[in-house]
């Protein structure tokens, strides 16, 4: 199969994935192979990079020659990504445009301050850019200017969310956030008996809600009876592990009880949130953070959106404004964050041109529908499912009553080429020794896999989990032991190699966005 071709097969939309920025955005139709640029590519045939400095090669040869020694694992790793079955829930892989803006010249330029407020000069373009990425963040939320305000400097969601704290909650003040073991972010407040793990836990109070441990579903109630008690200043609705849709609604009224603000980090759900194909937090939240690389399969970066305008009225009938917009836009530059990145502020740009596109709200719908037959394929080969289902991008495995854990589920499937990480479930008691798997079908329907493929998918990861008992039975219950006979025994071994190479060649029938090799 030629690139072209296999481009094609992308979900439905080659354009946004493999279009040329500058085609994409003009010419969308176009397809173009691309290829390392020559060496004076950008410079008009001038000619003087090669002759005028003694870093010309340096400056100016392509990484394959400057560094084959990187570049060579560049590409291992690439080759890993094509053979793979990249099922990391939070992983996605991006489009060509965002990976033209991430390497180009934007990166090279200082802008702190916000635009036409710039500590640095040279910023027309920078500006430019900036305002559209915010103006394209509104639209793919449909905001309203008026009501919403967005910073699109954060360098990631972890930045992103410890700056709302740091704008809105005073030094050890009160925050509530899902339980990480629970499905919660680490940024919401991880603490353990001996230790603050999460900077949040170290310079807030945080204090957990919790799922119900035969449910697994978010025990609204308790967290409204712990709220009252508790009174934090912010309550966070987001999850990194949870398969279902949040109670906005219900966690507003809490937030209302308490007078705390509601934060909903839609870090993991904004595709499918921009796609309007499941609950937007917008509706009631006073902010809202994400990261832009996960479903939303733009840069590795961070968003946070604010309101402005009226907050509440007080008995006398006098209107309390929002005073969001600065104490956020301040806590990411100056009080934590240093020069904006202006390659992936450009990436968000393009990415929420295509989170606007119906392709885009194609593909999300399909995302569901994959995690919805993966989860469907395993329950009916004996596995169980936190929650019962998914209504969004993942599922967590609960792989207890097949005889494994979550350390040696995650450990054959990586040796079958298959991605993903292990979990805690519901009721486990450990955090260390976590009974469940997190699956996601993001960047795999990414490289157009659909419902069949998932079954096949299915095929897979159920043969890697049967190999895995049938190891535990020769290595007996200890993840060492486990790891010991995958290493050293022959036939294990062989049987593994099998596998691997069944997903192997079927991962690798998929096309790959991105560049060519690496
Ligand atoms: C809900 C949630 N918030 C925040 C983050 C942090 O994002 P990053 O890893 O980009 O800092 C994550 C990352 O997985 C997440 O799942």
Redesign the pocket.
């Known amino acids: 199969m030629n690139i072209t071709s296999l481009r094609n097969g992308f979900y439905g939309f080659s354009q946004i994935l493999n279009g040329n920025i500058v085609k994409s955005l003009l010419r969308p139709k176009l397809i173009v192979q691309r290829k390392w640029y020559p060496i004076n590519y950008y410079n008009n045939n001038r000619n003087f990079t090669l002759s005028s400095t003694m870093n010309s090669k340096i400056m100016n040869g392509n990484l394959c020659d400057t560094d084959p020694e990187l570049y060579k694992i560049i590409k291992n790793e690439k080759h890993r990504q094509q053979h793979g079955l990249e099922m990391i829930a939070?992983e996605n892989f991006t489009s060509i445009p965002v990976l033209q803006c991430l390497s180009s010249c934007l990166h090279n330029k200082y802008s702190e301050g916000m635009p036409n407020q710039r500590y640095y000069g040279g910023n027309e373009y920078i500006d430019e850019i900036e305002i559209l990425a915010q103006k394209r963040s509104l639209e793919a939320y449909r905001l309203k200017s008026d009501e919403w305000g967005v910073n699109v400097q954060p360098?990631?969601?972890?930045?992103?969310?410890f700056a709302v704290y740091t704008g809105i909650v005073e030094p050890h003040g009160r925050i509530m956030g899902l339980d990480l073991p629970d499905g919660?972010?680490?940024?919401?407040g991880f603490f353990t008996p001996t230790k603050k793990i999460s900077a949040t836990s170290m310079f807030f109070e945080s204090m957990p809600y919790k799922v119900d441990p035969k449910t697994g579903l978010i025990d609204y109630e308790k967290l409204a009876e712990t709220a009252r008690l508790f009174k934090p200043r912010l309550i966070i609705a987001?999850?990194?592990?949870y398969s279902r849709c949040l109670d906005y609604k219900k966690f507003r009224e809490v937030a209302d009880e308490n007078g705390a603000y509601l934060l909903g980090?839609?870090?993991?759900i904004s595709g499918l949130v921009a796609a309007g194909v499941i609950p937007s937090p917008f509706e009631y939240c006073d902010i809202v953070?994400?990261?832009t690389?996960?479903t939303l399969r733009g840069p590795?970066?961070?968003v946070i959106f604010f309101r402005k305008g009226v907050r509440s009225v007080n008995a006398k009938g006098e209107k309390i404004m929002y005073d969001l917009e600065n104490r956020i836009n301040q806590a990411v530059f100056p009080g934590l964050q240093g020069g904006p990145h202006n390659h992936a502020i450009a990436g968000i740009a393009t990415a929420m041109k295509q989170a606007m596109m119906p392709e885009f709200k194609e593909y999300q719908l399909q995302v569901i529908k994959n995690a919805q037959r993966l989860c469907e394929g395993l329950k009916s080969r004996g596995y169980q499912i936190a929650t019962g289902g998914t209504d969004v991008h993942l599922i967590l495995v609960d792989v207890r009553n097949v005889g494994l854990n979550g350390a040696k589920a995650e450990r054959i499937l990586e040796l079958c080429s298959i991605a993903c990480n292990k979990n805690t479930v519901p009721g486990d008691k450990s955090a260390l020794n976590p009974s469940g798997i997190r699956l996601g079908t993001p960047a795999l329907t990414t490289r157009g896999l659909k419902e069949t493929d998932f079954d096949q998918v299915v095929d897979n990861i159920d043969k890697a989990l049967k190999l895995a008992q049938e190891i535990t039975k020769i290595a007996g219950p200890k993840l060492v032991d486990f790891n010991r006979v995958l290493e050293e025994n022959a036939e294990v071994r062989s049987k593994v190699q099998n596998l691997k190479e069944g997903v192997e060649k079927f991962s690798g029938s998929f096309p790959l966005p991105g560049y060519e090799d690496f």
């Open positions: 939070s360098y990631s969601g972890s930045p992103a969310n919660g972010h680490l940024t919401h987001g999850i990194s592990c980090d839609m870090a993991h953070t994400t990261t690389h996960k590795r970066a961070g």
